[in-house]
């Protein structure tokens, strides 16, 4: 049974939902939790239906279950303030532009944070790199109980941060730091999930900041530009030079920080989000996905 380690850090009327990652924890969000609660926000970090616990836990959901669990959340969150905003790291973004499709009138604005459609960064093993394949072949019976492990340098270029999460994470305790590695039938509901989120871009008009590592190790900057590129309302890109695939623990989390309140009071004041010019000429010079 899944230990239940969500929190909610009370502040004003303007609140922000936090969602994880795939096998990931409601402590990845710990530092932008903190961060826009001093800013004044209140801030729900939740927890994906299945996670926290065992393999068989997680095994025992699908994208649809997390997806729900965000809608909950979200209800919780919403029923105590005034206007909403939704974030989300890798999976989790995909989870945040999912309740922005279900629930437009909802959300004032998303934060996406190392948005995985695909893991095709430089750091995934070539076997690992096929595993968009998975949704076709797990319910042939194929891998059914394999995983994927995660490998070094564990999304973060921060050393003494990297030293912290992968003790805990190799240490037993999933509700600490995630579980060690990504079973492949829940793999391939992420790619289902994407499958359903990408085809429905252009149906999203809620403004996003999109925030990307320049060297992400798990999930190209391809993954910002197919947001930058398909979604129907106004974005801006934050690229991060000095950050692998974890923004919201890495070294350059404050401006992770500063970037979110920043956006968020922009449009609280009414100001537009803009494609930013330079940015998306950049995106552009990597190459189609």
Not at 66 to 88: H, I, N, P, R, T
Not at 191 to 208: E, G, M, N, S
Request: proline share 6%.
């Amino acid at each position: 049974m899944p230990k239940q380690v969500d929190y909610l850090l009370p502040g004003g009327r303007h609140g922000v939902l936090l969602i994880h990652g795939l096998t990931g924890t409601p402590a990845e969000m710990r530092f932008v939790a903190k961060g826009l609660n001093r800013r004044g926000y209140t801030v729900y970090a939740m927890q994906l239906d299945g996670h926290c616990g065992s393999v068989e836990d997680l095994l025992a959901t699908g994208w649809r279950d997390w997806a729900a669990s965000v809608s909950a959340a979200a209800a919780k969150l919403g029923a105590q303030v005034d206007k909403l905003f939704v974030g989300g790291l890798s999976m989790g973004a995909l989870l945040a532009l999912n309740y922005a499709l279900e629930q437009p009138d909802s959300v004032h604005g998303l934060a996406l944070y190392g948005t995985t459609f695909r893991y095709d960064g430089w750091a995934v093993p070539a076997i690992a790199k096929l595993s968009f394949l998975l949704p076709w072949v797990v319910p042939l019976g194929i891998g059914r109980k394999r995983s994927f492990t995660e490998v070094f340098p564990y999304g973060l270029r921060d050393e003494r941060m990297r030293n912290r999460i992968v003790g805990a994470m190799f240490g037993g305790d999933s509700s600490a730091a995630g579980l060690p590695g990504n079973p492949w039938p829940s793999l391939a509901e992420l790619y289902r999930l994407a499958r359903h989120v990408r085809a429905r871009l252009p149906q999203i008009h809620t403004p996003a900041l999109v925030v990307h590592a320049t060297e992400d190790d798990v999930a190209s900057l391809r993954n910002a530009r197919v947001v930058m590129d398909r979604l129907a309302g106004p974005s801006e890109l934050l690229e991060l030079p000095e950050s692998y695939h974890m923004v919201t623990l890495d070294g350059e989390r404050e401006r992770v920080i500063e970037g979110s309140a920043g956006f968020f009071q922009r449009l609280l004041h009414g100001e537009s989000a803009q494609h930013a010019e330079t940015p998306l000429q950049h995106l552009r010079a990597v190459g189609a996905d």
